[in-house]
């Protein structure tokens, strides 16, 4: 009889248990659900005609910004090492020999100097010049033709005149820049100083040489350099006195032949030796 009164009692006791844990977990539950209706909620826009509809804010963007290229340095090119000179090798004389050095030439070859030289042409830009004058006068005319390198001073042409078979008009004709040539004045049977070596001849074209005749006709060389006559005109390529070319030639002790009175060679610089 006891033993039925405890395990009532224990059966009691268990269930009042139960019955409590239930109604506990049930307001739990209500409490957690209220909890949750109280809690503000996002606002929605809504579209109101003729009102814009606010974008929304997006995080800022951030490109990575593309360097500035660096511009590579232009090389530096130094010239200065093609300004040089060598006496008349076996191979420069096959060329010149019967041409520029006639057979009956009485200059010695061990007079002359071959000149390797860098000039600025009509195009702007760098080539390789050549031309023979005589000893005396190398280093100088080295020297002027790099000072008129550095002022980038325009010739288009610095070829010995043999590449023309020693014909000083054909070369003048096409503008050529030369020095020696073993032969006589125009219409004289005077040896000219380019004979020697001792005369250069600059932009032939457009610096002509000439004269009025005893007779009153006009002497021209080249031929067609007519409309170069008038050095009144504008010409880039004008030798005139005081300009650059004719400075630096003056400067080194030369003298010019639009200087000469009764003649004009406009190209024309030599230079007296002792």
């Not at 009692?9 to 239930?22: D, H, N, P, R």
């Not at 030439?105 to 195009?123: N, P, Q």
């Not at 070829?159 to 219409?187: G, K, V, W």
Request: hydrophobic share 35%; with cysteine.
């Amino acid at each position: 009889m006891a033993k039925r009164i405890i395990y009532i009692f224990v059966l009691t006791l268990l269930t009042g248990l139960l019955v409590f844990s239930i109604m506990m977990m049930v307001k739990y539950y209500k409490e957690s659900t209220a909890e949750n209706e109280n809690k503000p909620t996002a606002a929605v826009t809504e579209n109101v005609p003729g009102t814009p509809t606010p974008s929304p804010t997006e995080p800022p963007s951030f490109v990575t910004p593309t360097p500035t290229p660096v511009p590579s340095a232009t090389p530096i090119v130094d010239y200065s090492k093609e300004f040089y000179m060598t006496r008349i090798s076996d191979d420069i004389f096959e060329r010149i020999n019967g041409k520029s050095y006639p057979e009956d030439a009485t200059i010695s070859l061990d007079d002359l100097r071959w000149l390797h030289v860098m000039h600025y042409g009509f195009d702007g830009e760098v080539h390789e010049g050549e031309l023979i004058v005589n000893h005396a006068i190398a280093h100088d005319t080295l020297e002027i033709f790099r000072e008129l390198f550095d002022i980038k001073y325009p010739i288009e042409k610095i070829r010995l005149i043999d590449e023309y078979d020693a014909n000083d008009e054909a070369s003048m004709e096409d503008n050529n820049s030369s020095a020696f040539c073993y032969r006589t004045i125009a219409e004289s049977t005077t040896l000219s100083n380019h004979a020697l070596g001792l005369a250069i001849d600059i932009n032939t074209l457009y610096n002509p040489y000439v004269y009025e005749r005893s007779d009153g006709s006009t002497f021209l060389q080249p031929e067609n350099a007519g409309d170069y006559v008038d050095r009144d005109q504008d010409n880039p390529y004008f030798i005139k006195k005081d300009d650059a070319c004719y400075q630096i030639f003056i400067n080194h002790g030369f003298t010019w032949g639009g200087d000469w009175k009764s003649k004009k060679d406009y190209q024309h610089f030599e230079k007296e030796i002792n």
